[in-house]
Nanobody, 122 residues
Framework: QVRLVESGGGLVQVGESLRLSCTVS????????TGWFRQAPGKEREFVAC????????QYADSVKGRFTISRDYAKKTVYLQMNSLKPEDTGVYYC???????????????WGQGTQVTISS
């Protein structure tokens, strides 16, 4: 069983930054990649970024490339999403997800966190 807990969301203005955190816990040792997804009001959930377990490979949605950075801290069992130059279209609920397999992917696995709200004010 995997538990994912997100934090760090909030209300910021256009151009500002936020850092989201996802703490991962599991009863068994897992080497799965971890990703971030987001869902804006009235829209489907979409892929944002993914990082493999080793931290050697990442993948980003085109809409966030160059502005967002995904990373992980093994000691803290935490995956981060550093979001810079935020835009109103980045507004939504951001979810952490543990994918299947070992390679980075845009396909979510079955384990989700509860989500954290990010709101960008113009």
């Amino acid at each position: 069983q995997v538990r994912l807990v997100e934090s760090g969301g909030g209300l910021v203005q256009v151009g500002e930054s936020l850092r989201l955190s996802c703490t991962v816990s599991s009863r068994t040792f897992r080497m799965n990649p971890t990703g971030w997804f987001r869902q804006a009001p009235g829209k489907e959930r979409e892929f944002v970024a993914c990082i493999n377990w080793h931290g050697t490979s990442t993948q980003y949605a085109d809409s966030v490339k160059g502005r967002f950075t995904i990373s992980r801290d093994y000691a803290k069992k935490t995956v981060y999403l550093q979001m810079n130059s935020l835009k109103p279209e980045d507004t939504g609920v951001y979810y952490c997800n543990m994918a299947d397999g070992v390679a980075v992917t845009t396909t979510p696995g079955p384990s989700w966190g509860q989500g954290t709200q990010v709101t960008i004010s113009s």
